[in-house]
Every structure is written in structure tokens, then in C-alpha cells.
């Protein structure tokens, strides 16, 4: 073949060509970013800062990346293409054993060992792919990036719904692997290449001079930054407001990821076929429409009885994702549509433009999720966060638009727009504290005056605090007196029916333990169980607590919790459980452990196989350990599941029933059943075995639970779990 056949084909070569190759590329990419995160989060941790480090140290990757393949400009750019993405999949499978060689350092130096690299690979693909496009340009290289976000979509819903619960997180990592290995496979084989460009065929809108004036360049780029900024911020906002309307399962989250960058695609392919470029107009439609999307947060929850009380369960999750949708406002649109923009206005090579702005819309996204995730939500609120952005965004469109008369009508317009969007009511935190979204069942009249009703009478709210990870609230009954604590609207304690298993869940496992015993409790709520640890005799206390603002609803507790937290002899350590036992060698004689529910995204990895070998590890000998495990809303397979994990590691363990039908103490103690015990135990050991005889092992590279368990969270499990505990003990 001749040299001239390929450039011929090369000049061409059409975005339909690289369509498929780039889709995949994006749901592998996705699908990686998940399995990384969540390997890295088993180091560093579950709290807000270390998720926020772990993802920007991959997105400082992706910009860095960005930015060296707009400059790369390789003689055969598909070719190139497909080596990046083998170099990211022989990256993934190699990933593991990576892992281990770095497993000593500490958590961000991990980050950065295992993320920089495949962060600059997949950073760099979209860069050199622009070198290929030579009849759409610039406009092809959008409709490439809504292509790719298309891919991330499918990956974002793929994950959670299928590959992570049948094939484990090894799995997911290795179908991560084969999506790249399949895109860059596809653009090999199919695409024609040739080992020179031509030049671009769109122009860049002139300014009435030659060449392209530099400040309309730094507009573009301001642009594309703001975009970044503002978007991941939002994103990170409307995260947290999905886990309060539908719970903070994985399914919560990846529906409000897979809407973003549902709406980022969609406005990425609309700008790209528009000829008109103005970033700035896509700036302030990004804020005013965040904004009024704003105004509808308060009606969410109504939407959702609705939606469950004319089709039950099978339609909360789609209506969800509908509510959420309404929610954003089409402010995503907005973003892409400022990204498309900013491609046509930074620089006449679609190599470097694409670079330019992948490099300045990447460092905005990472600012922006780090400030509104570490300063915005915590300082001002969700709701107020929101808002705040939304107003930045048309600030921002004020330094990059154009500078003429119709361009300063229409930021006035946009200005004036925001502010009427602004005074819009939109925020009603009680019907957020209650967790109506495990709760519809329990409803005979779904219509939004029972539902006010509900959530408005009969009770007042003590505090609500959007802290660094989750939404915390604590509430008292007019009538009752009884008070209870919400952590992104589950209720996790109260001074009602709660206060048998929280008083129990020190009780018991100290009777198993020597005088003045020094005692962990892994998840403080209310405060309760650490009081009684130490009422019981305990020497000295630690309490582990994720989440600071639960530190201060635990004041309202502090006539039932012994004002535990002003004893000198209690140690309050704010991290992660599992962070804190790995870097911390102290040994304890009793561990208490009583996160939340394991349905909830995160909270999984504290039920799992190496979290309990971990935590086995810190007992001294003739330790004593004790774990809550729910039995509502929790499959059987699953309770089997938990328990046979749990006496696979702990070997000898009681099983302890203190509400019946809902809450369950796993003890595992190497001596005998004590003399005086405060409840007698459901299950002895051989009982326990027996439970969990059949059951499939819960690990970290398996966690299938957290996957499974919330699509029972509206349906009658303590039946079914009670009659297998009843069986176990025959």
C-alpha cells in the first residue's frame, strides 16, 4: 500500500468511525475509576477528605494527561489511541499486585503511586483522538466527548446493577480492563489512519483581526474551569441530596452520577453542532438553571410517595432518578454545552484545544468537588451550597463572555434570572430528617397532606447539620419526650425503642471481659452504648466516629449517655474505623462494633471477612468482640452470609437477640458463657455455625451485600430471619 492511500483515508476518517471504540473506552475508564476508589478507600478511609484526595490525585492525572496529549500530536493518533489504552488495561491488571508493593506507604502517597499513571493514560485519549478527526475538527472533538460521557453513563449503572455483585470487585477491575482492551482493539482494526494530519476544517470565530486573539483563548479556557468548578461542586451536592431522598445505598449515588453525566453528554453533542459560541451564555444558563433546580428540592420526597404509592417498589429508583433530573434543572446540559464552546475557542489545532480544556475543566472539577465537599456543604449548608454555586457560575460568565451590547443584555438577563430564581422557596430539611424513603411501606395514605403531616407534626427538630459526610439530624416527640438521631435520614438511635440494643451492645460483651476492661466502640450515634461501657467498668474508652457533626447530636443525648463524651476517660478519634485500626497498634479487650446499616454505601467494608481479621488482630488475648447486625429489611441470604463470615474469622460466638425481628449481637469471646449475663443468648456456638452453615462469604473483594441488601429496604425480612434463627437453634 502506498503512502498516499492512508493520508487519503486519514482525511476522511469520520467521528461515527471512533464512536463504538470511544463509548467503551468511557465505561471502562468509569468502571476502573469505581474498583480504584473503592480499593484506595479500604487504606485511606471513608471519610470526605481521603475520598477527596483519592479523587483528585486521579483527576490531577486526567489533566496532566489532558495536557500532554494535546501536545503529544503522534504520526498515527488512532494507533496511539489504542496503545493509551492498552497501557491503562495492562495498568488495571496489574493493579492488585501494585497495590501490595505500596501497601506500607502512607494513603495519599498510595493515591499517587497507583492513580497518576492510568490517570495520564486515559487523561491523554481524548487529546490524541482529536488529531484524527480532520473533517469535523473542533466539533468532532465534541461529539467524541459525548460519546465517551455516553460510555460513563452505561459504566456508572453497570457497576453497581451487575458486574460488582456477580463478579466481585476483582471482577468489575478485570471487566474494566476488557473495555479498554475491546475499544482500543475496535479503533485498530476498524479506523484507517495515516501518519500526518491535515489541518482542521472549522475556523475559530476571528474578532475582526487575524489569528485568534489570546484573551478569547483564556476566555475559553475561564470558561471551561468555571464549568468544571461548578459542575463537579453541584454534582457533589446533588449526590448528598440523592442519599437523603432515596437513602445513600451505591444505587442512590450512581443514579445521580449517571443523570449528570447524562445531561453532560447531552449538552457536549448539542454545542458541538451549534454554531453559535458563547461560553459565557453557557455559563449563566448553567447557574439560573441550577438554581431553579433548586427550588424544587422541597417537593422531592412528595414526588416519591406518589410514585410509590401507583406502582410500590419497582418504581422508586426510576423516579428517583426522574425527581434528581428535575433537581439539577438541566444545569448539566448547561456544562457540556460550555465545554463544546470552549473547544471551539481555544486554539485553531483540536489537539491542543482538546488539551487546553480537558487541562483547565479537570483542575475546576477538582477545586470545585474539594471546596464544596470540605468548606461549602459543611459551611453553609446543602441546600445554601447549591445556591451559591449556581451564583458563582453566573459570576463567572460575566469574565468570560463576550464583550458586546447583546452579550452584556444577556448577562443581565441571566443575573436578573438568578436572583428570581433565588428567592424561590425550595428547602424543607424536616421531610428530609424523617427518611420517608424507608418508610413508604409503612404508609396507608401516600398523598402529599399525609405525607406534610408526617413529617411536620407531632415532633420538632433539635438540629440538622449537613456535615463533611452525611446529613445529621436529631428530633423529639411533643408528646413522647423521645428523642432520635438521623444520619442521612436513617435513623440510627433513639431513647425509645432503641435504647434495649444500645445499652446491650456494651452490657453484654463486657460480662464476657475482665475488670476495668479498655474498650473500643466503633460508631458513636447517640452516645448510649459508650456511656454504658464505661458505666459497666470500663478503664478506658476510645469511640471512633466518621462523621464530626454526630458528635454534636450526640450532646442531645447526654441525660442517657452519661455525658460520655466530657468523662476523662473517653478518647474520641474522628476517622474512619478501618484507617484508624490499621494505623493505630493499641490493643483493646473489647471491641464494640456498631456502624450503621451494611445496605449503606461505604459502611459495607464494616461487615466484611478482613475488616473482622483486622479488628481480631487488635483484641489482646482472650479479647472480646461484638457486633450489631440488623434483621429487618435484610435478606436471610444475607443474615447466613454475615454470620458465616463472621464465625469463619472469630471461630466461637454467641448470638444475642435484643429486639426481637430487628436487632442481633454477634459476640465472639474465647472463655465460656458467663454466670450473669444481662439477656440470654439465642445461639451458642454451635447454633451460630449452624446459621451460617450455607451462607456466602462477605469480603472485600465479594462485598455483595451492600449490593444486595438495598433492594430489601421496603420489604418484611424479620420473619423469615427470625424463623432461621429459631431453626439454628434446634
Known amino acids: 500500500m502506498s503512502a498516499a492511500r492512508p493520508a487519503a483515508a486519514r482525511a476522511a476518517l469520520p467521528v461515527a468511525a471512533l464512536a463504538l471504540p470511544f463509548a467503551l473506552s468511557g465505561a471502562g475508564a468509569l468502571t476502573l475509576e469505581v474498583t480504584w476508589m473503592r480499593r484506595l478507600a479500604l487504606v485511606a478511609g471513608s471519610t470526605a477528605v481521603a475520598t477527596t484526595l483519592v479523587l483528585s490525585v486521579y483527576m490531577a492525572g486526567l489533566g496532566l494527561g489532558a495536557l500532554a496529549g494535546g501536545r503529544w500530536r503522534p504520526a498515527r493518533p488512532v494507533r496511539a489511541y489504542a496503545g493509551l489504552e492498552v497501557a491503562a488495561a495492562t495498568w488495571a491488571l496489574a493493579f492488585p499486585v501494585l497495590a501490595r508493593l505500596v501497601e506500607g506507604l502512607p494513603p495519599g502517597a498510595q493515591a499517587a503511586a497507583l492513580l497518576l499513571a492510568p490517570g495520564l493514560a486515559h487523561g491523554a485519549t481524548l487529546p490524541v483522538l482529536a488529531g484524527a478527526l480532520r473533517r469535523e475538527g473542533r466539533a468532532g472533538v465534541a461529539a467524541l466527548y459525548a460519546w465517551n460521557t455516553a460510555g460513563a453513563v452505561a459504566g456508572t449503572l453497570l457497576v453497581p446493577w451487575l458486574w460488582m455483585p456477580l463478579l466481585g ?28 494530519p491535515l489541518p482542521a476544517a472549522d475556523p475559530v470565530p476571528r474578532a475582526g483581526a487575524p489569528g485568534d486573539p489570546p484573551p478569547r483563548v483564556v476566555a475559553a479556557l475561564v470558561a471551561a474551569g468555571a464549568a468544571g468548578f461548578v459542575g463537579m461542586g453541584l454534582e457533589v451536592a446533588w449526590s448528598r441530596l440523592g442519599a437523603l431522598l432515596l437513602g445513600a445505598s451505591v444505587y442512590a449515588f450512581a443514579l445521580v452520577l449517571a443523570v449528570f453525566l447524562l445531561g453532560t453528554a447531552a449538552g457536549a453533542a448539542l454545542g458541538g453542532r451549534s454554531r453559535r459560541v458563547e461560553p459565557g451564555l453557557g455559563l449563566a444558563a448553567l447557574g439560573v438553571l441550577a438554581a431553579l433546580g433548586t427550588a424544587a428540592w422541597g417537593q422531592l420526597p412528595y414526588g416519591l410517595a406518589m410514585a410509590y404509592d401507583a406502582a410500590g417498589r419497582g418504581a422508586v429508583l426510576p423516579a428517583g432518578a426522574l425527581l434528581v433530573a428535575g433537581a439539577m434543572g438541566g444545569a448539566p446540559v448547561a456544562s457540556g454545552l460550555v465545554f463544546a464552546h470552549a473547544l471551539r475557542l481555544a486554539g485553531p489545532d483540536p489537539d491542543r484545544a482538546a488539551g487546553r480544556v480537558l487541562l483547565a475543566n479537570t483542575a475546576g472539577a477538582v477545586a470545585g468537588a474539594a471546596v464544596t465537599g470540605l468548606v461549602l456543604v459543611p459551611g453553609l449548608g446543602l441546600h445554601r451550597a447549591a445556591r451559591a454555586l449556581a451564583a458563582l457560575a453566573v459570576g463567572a460568565a460575566f469574565l468570560a463572555g463576550r464583550r458586546d451590547a447583546q452579550a452584556r443584555k444577556g448577562r443581565r438577563t441571566a443575573a436578573t434570572g438568578l436572583v428570581l430564581a433565588l428567592s424561590l422557596p425550595g428547602w424543607d430539611p424536616a421531610i428530609y430528617a424523617v427518611g420517608l424513603f424507608g418508610q413508604l411501606d409503612r404508609f396507608a395514605d401516600l398523598s402529599p397532606r399525609a405525607v406534610h403531616r408526617f413529617a411536620h407534626e407531632g415532633w420538632k427538630l433539635l438540629m440538622v447539620r449537613d456535615g463533611l459526610n452525611a446529613t445529621v439530624a436529631v428530633g423529639e416527640g411533643l408528646r413522647s419526650g423521645t428523642r432520635w438521631l438521623s444520619i442521612d435520614g436513617k435513623v440510627d438511635a433513639s431513647t425509645g425503642r432503641d435504647m434495649p440494643t444500645q445499652r446491650l451492645s456494651a452490657r453484654i460483651p463486657l460480662a464476657f471481659a475482665g475488670p476495668e476492661p479498655d474498650v473500643l466502640v466503633v460508631g458513636l450515634a447517640s452516645g448510649v452504648t459508650a456511656g454504658e461501657a464505661l458505666a459497666a467498668g470500663a478503664g478506658s474508652l476510645t469511640v471512633v466516629e466518621l462523621e464530626p457533626a454526630v458528635v454534636e447530636a450526640a450532646g442531645f443525648f447526654a441525660s442517657v449517655n452519661h455525658d460520655v463524651l466530657r468523662n476523662p476517660a473517653t478518647r474520641l478519634v474522628l476517622d474512619d474505623a478501618r484507617a484508624v485500626l490499621r494505623r493505630e497498634e493499641r490493643r483493646y479487650d473489647v471491641i464494640v462494633s456498631e456502624p450503621s446499616n451494611p445496605w449503606l454505601a461505604g459502611v459495607g467494608s464494616l461487615f466484611t471477612r478482613e475488616y473482622w481479621r483486622l479488628a481480631r488482630s487488635r483484641l489482646r488475648p482472650g479479647g472480646v468482640f461484638c457486633q450489631w447486625v440488623q434483621l429487618y429489611s435484610l435478606p436471610p441470604s444475607a443474615l447466613r452470609g454475615l454470620v458465616r463470615t463472621f464465625a469463619e474469622v472469630f471461630g466461637r460466638a454467641w448470638l444475642f437477640e435484643t429486639i426481637p425481628g430487628a436487632d442481633a449481637l454477634l459476640v465472639a469471646a474465647p472463655g465460656p458463657l458467663p454466670a450473669e449475663l ?10 451460630v455455625r449452624r446459621l451460617g452453615a450455607v451462607g456466602r462469604l462477605h469480603t472485600d473483594d465479594d462485598p455483595w451485600i451492600e449490593f444486595e441488601a438495598p433492594r430489601w429496604l421496603l420489604r418484611e425480612t424479620a420473619r423469615a430471619n427470625e424463623a432461621l434463627i429459631e431453626q439454628a437453634g434446634r
Not at 479498554?180 to 500526518?196: I, N
Not at 439477656?679 to 454451635?686: H, T
Open 169 to 196: 470487585l476483582t471482577g468489575t477491575e478485570r471487566v474494566g480492563a476488557g473495555l479498554a482492551l475491546l475499544a482500543a482493539a475496535l479503533a485498530a482494526s476498524r479506523v484507517p489512519d495515516a501518519a500526518s
Open 678 to 687: 444481662p439477656l440470654e443468648p439465642r445461639l451458642d456456638p454451635d447454633g
